[in-house]
């Protein structure tokens, strides 16, 4: 059997008034994920627990068939994973946003105007420089990762971590031109954290690169934003977990995807993560090098899975058209290039589902459920004849907690029978 799952992250959402009442998914052209839908099942997931926050760390495990509520210990762990930097039982990981705060304390945006790569290391190496030199925050060690995303590591020799369970922190997206204040870091170690945080608007303020992005009417990066801690991980390989569906651990997955949080967990998995020239965790990423190295990739793995971020970051932006544009190059270029390398196979099955929804309205995302739909050589179809939320709303087929969904897209039982 081959499998492939596409996810179009953050697609599921509200409708809009301005879209005539329809959402993204709705208002979208999107022809070839409607006929597959239509020769499949139409359902809804809910992937976030009402005890966890609806990031895309928590609500991705969940859609790949792993309890959150089990393995889930924070978005950062996975990310260094995914880079690479092997994490010690006593170490704390933390996503280090480059955010722009306003003078009157509101976030204007939460990936600092998209800054570059380039120019995230170079700020993020005169923070490493200054604060190393005080023995304020011992143990800190910043990490570059893709433009505003980026991590910082505290080492510590003791078991006894100036955090805990109890340290709390807020994702910036989630405050967009909203103050800042009510976000801040809380609880265990927020003094370090805040010292950081503070620092950091002092070692930006007059850099060279800031200097150079106004010039450019581009926004600065004013500080670094630091959220979604936790310790280092423990998941059982993905072709152990399903072992009684995808047979002994000659099961080959591969990863493609521009985001570290979806590389950190595919190495969790034991999957490798393929490596695309061109695609950018943005809207404006090359879907069709997606498409077209997920075809190809069929040929030696036994499940191929797309991530694509253009959706969620559309909706972060508050951008409905933004979103159905991206929902329109995913359909067209990743989704009916993969549907036919599929089809070559005898065996096969797919399923495209967002991880959670953000909805435009909102710009973050919320627990709410996500509507997917599963086709293949051996599946019948049911009744919807497009994929949306609408049509996943009427569904039977349902699936919460959104974990339990994988086990029945790999083939472990019978899907439900509906009520």
């Known amino acids: 059997m081959k499998y492939a799952i596409i996810i179009p992250d953050g697609c599921a959402d509200w409708p809009i008034e301005s879209l005539g009442g329809y959402t993204p998914l709705q208002a979208a052209r999107t022809p070839n994920m409607d006929s597959l839908a239509a ?56 996503r280090c ?55 910082l590591l505290f080492s510590e020799d003791s078991d006894k971590s100036v955090f805990n369970r109890e ?33 950091s608007h002092r070692v930006f303020a007059d850099h060279p690169v ?5 010039k450019q009417g581009k926004l ?15 998941i059982e390989p993905f072709a152990e977990r399903f072992r009684k569906t995808v047979g002994d651990k000659t099961f080959r997955g591969t990863m493609i995807t521009a985001v570290d949080l979806l590389r950190g967990i595919a190495k969790l998995l034991e999957w490798s993560v393929l490596d695309v020239p061109g695609i950018t965790g943005c809207v404006e990423t090359d879907y069709a090098a997606k498409g077209r190295y997920a075809s190809e990739t069929l040929a030696k793995s036994d499940l191929v899975c797309v991530h694509i971020e ?12 933004k979103k159905i544009w991206s929902l329109e ?8 290039p993969v549907a036919e390398a599929l089809k070559k196979y005898d065996n096969w099955r797919l399923l495209i589902s967002p991880d959670h ?35 996943a709303e009427k569904s039977s087929y349902s699936f919460d907690p959104g974990w339990e969904l994988m086990p029945y897209f790999l083939g472990d039982g019978s899907l439900p029978v509906p009520s």
């Open 39 to 94: 020769s499949g099942i139409v359902g809804w997931s809910k992937n976030v627990p009402d005890e966890l926050p609806p990031g895309s760390d928590v609500a991705t495990l969940s859609l790949l068939g792993f309890d959150p509520l089990v393995c889930f210990t924070g978005r950062a762990p996975l990310e260094a994973i995914a880079q690479g930097i092997e994490l010690q039982p006593n170490d704390w990981a933390f």
């Open 97 to 151: 946003n480059l955010v722009t705060v306003n003078p009157t304390g509101t976030m204007q945006s939460f990936t600092a105007g998209h800054i570059s790569t380039e120019e995230a290391a170079a700020l993020l190496q005169a923070l490493q420089e200054e604060v190393g030199r005080t023995p304020t925050v011992p143990g800190i060690q910043f990490y570059g990762g893709v433009g505003y995303r980026n991590l």
């Open 167 to 199: 340290t709390q922190t807020f994702p910036p997206h989630d405050y967009s031109d909203q103050p800042i204040d009510p976000a801040l870091p809380q609880g265990p170690g927020c003094e370090v954290l805040l010292h950081l945080m503070y620092e």
């Open 210 to 214: 800031n200097r150079r992005r106004i």
């Open 220 to 234: 600065p990066a004013t500080q670094c934003w630091l959220w979604g801690q936790g310790c280092k991980p423990n």
């Open 310 to 321: 253009a959706p969620d970051e559309a909706g972060h932006e508050g951008s409905a058209e």
């Open 329 to 336: 190059e995913i359909d067209e270029k990743i989704v009916g």
């Open 357 to 391: 929804p953000t909805p435009v309205a909102l710009k973050t995302h919320t627990r709410g459920p996500v509507p997917w739909f599963i086709a293949g050589s051996d599946i019948h179809p049911d009744t919807a004849e497009r994929y949306n939320e609408s049509t």
